[in-house]
């Protein structure tokens, strides 16, 4: 019992301080109002690779861009789309104003450096082709360009249409990583530009060497090379894009264990920037706490499981061995009073404290990018079954990092 007071104390506490930090981050914001001094030329890069579904309505929702037609650039690269994603494209660009290159499948990175290349307006845009964009989206992101630090922007994304527990779940997930990323903005320690329209300056990514061909996640791994290079990284809350999101376990096993063996490898990649002085803030709070807080959800997740499975097997032990025992147990209506004294105050007051405060991220959360709190019956699994999920996620892709699975996109 002293053992377990202890491992959940520490966690507890870390948890805690982590958490508070984060909060007092966020009062310290202040919120720049935007002006657009003038709208630079921009080429917006779509790859896409059996995109039948999506990618009609997301080349026209980026061709309906507030933006001045004439400094737009917007080319849809088909990646050796095996569906009717080029049929589609070909039939679209006939209708519209907007460039087409059909190539063979080598992969997203491949298919945005072949615009890079080549590419001569001031800035460069990269829009998953399962993505859609508001008409304002691209100019609220403008005004970050101005610092000559910034070498990219990203936006708010949001989940379209969560149906299924899993969607649900990955929204409210969403929208707790815009929050985060606002912080770590604030903080200048921000170190990724999703797919979902990422704007970047296109000399500084053309210097930096453009995208990574063979890492599995050229979003992340790009983002932490502009920081090694020194340059910043800023999110536009108000600039709001939408994206679809895996519906089964099976997709989103393979998209999180994915993602994540690309976090392991972008940060043993760049293993130097750990807890050195040049890099500030990212060196010594934001590359720490991605590796404590990695450790800390599989140690709370396993530390609870292991605690479940033994009570689990004290009930069937003691149901096996007493008469009536299970029903007795399983059935009785225990009174609130009775859960309150039967609980070891010493372990759980830290753990309500904790619990109080994921509450209150969450509803800042929420109040950040001002949507209503919805699907009230999934809040409990985005505590409980979430965690989980992400600590299997995180097991799997150091397993497949360990064995030197082959990469997957």
């Known amino acids: 019992m002293?053992?377990?007071g202890v491992i959940v104390s520490i966690i507890v506490f870390i948890s805690l301080y982590i958490t508070i930090v984060w909060i007092s981050f966020l009062y310290l914001y202040e919120k720049k109002p935007v002006e657009i001094k003038n709208y630079p030329k921009i080429t917006i890069a779509i790859p896409a690779f059996n995109e039948e579904k999506a990618i009609e309505k997301t080349i026209l929702t980026a061709l309906k861009l507030e933006y001045p037609k004439n400094k737009l650039n917007i080319v849809v690269i088909d990646d050796g789309s095996t569906d009717n994603t080029k049929k589609i494209v070909q039939s679209l660009?006939?209708?519209h104003n907007f460039k087409f290159i059909s190539k063979k499948n080598e992969g997203k990175a491949k298919a945005l450096?072949?615009?890079?290349?080549?590419?001569k307006t001031n800035l460069f845009a990269c829009l998953d082709a399962d993505s859609y964009v508001e008409p304002d989206s691209l100019k609220r992101m403008l005004h970050h360009f101005d610092n000559p630090k910034v070498a990219a922007t990203i936006t708010a994304i949001h989940v379209i249409e969560p149906k299924n527990l899993y969607?649900?779940?990955?929204?409210?997930?969403?929208?707790?990583?815009i929050m985060t990323r606002k912080l770590m903005a604030f903080i200048n320690t921000l170190s990724v530009t999703p797919g979902v329209l990422s704007v970047y300056k296109t000399k500084i990514l053309q210097k930096v060497g453009g995208f990574d061909n063979e890492t599995l996640t050229e979003d992340f791994e790009i983002a932490m090379r502009l920081k090694f290079y020194g340059y910043d990284i800023e999110i536009e809350t108000s600039a709001k894009t939408y994206t679809?999101?895996?519906n089964n376990f099976k997709k989103l096993w393979r998209q999180r264990v994915r993602w994540y063996r690309g976090f392991v490898e972008s940060h043993r990649k760049y293993h130097k920037m750990f807890l050195n002085k040049k890099y500030g803030r990212l060196a010594y709070f934001q590359m720490p706490l991605n590796i404590i807080g990695i450790l800390l959800l599989v140690a709370a997740v396993a530390f609870v499981s292991y605690g479940n499975i033994i009570n689990?097997?004290?009930?069937?032990?003691?149901s096996m061995l007493i008469k009536g025992f299970f029903f007795s147990h399983i059935f009785s209506f225990i009174k609130p009073k009775d859960i309150i004294l039967t609980q070891n105050i010493k372990i759980m007051?830290?753990?309500?404290?904790a619990l109080f405060l994921g509450i209150l991220i969450f509803y800042l959360a929420h109040t950040e990018v001002k949507e209503k709190i919805k699907f009230p019956f999934t809040i409990w699994a985005f505590f409980i079954l979430l965690p989980i999920l992400t600590a299997l996620h995180w097991l799997g892709a150091i397993f497949e990092e360990l064995?030197?699975?082959k990469k997957k996109w």
């Open 244 to 246: 679809y999101v895996p």
């Open 113 to 119: 450096n072949i615009v890079l290349e080549k590419c």
């Open 93 to 95: 660009s006939k209708k």
């Open 312 to 318: 689990i097997y004290h009930l069937i032990r003691r």
């Open 2 to 4: 002293l053992l377990t």
């Open 349 to 353: 007051f830290p753990v309500w404290i």
């Open 167 to 177: 969607e649900k779940l990955q929204r409210m997930e969403y929208l707790l990583a």
């Open 403 to 405: 064995l030197k699975a």
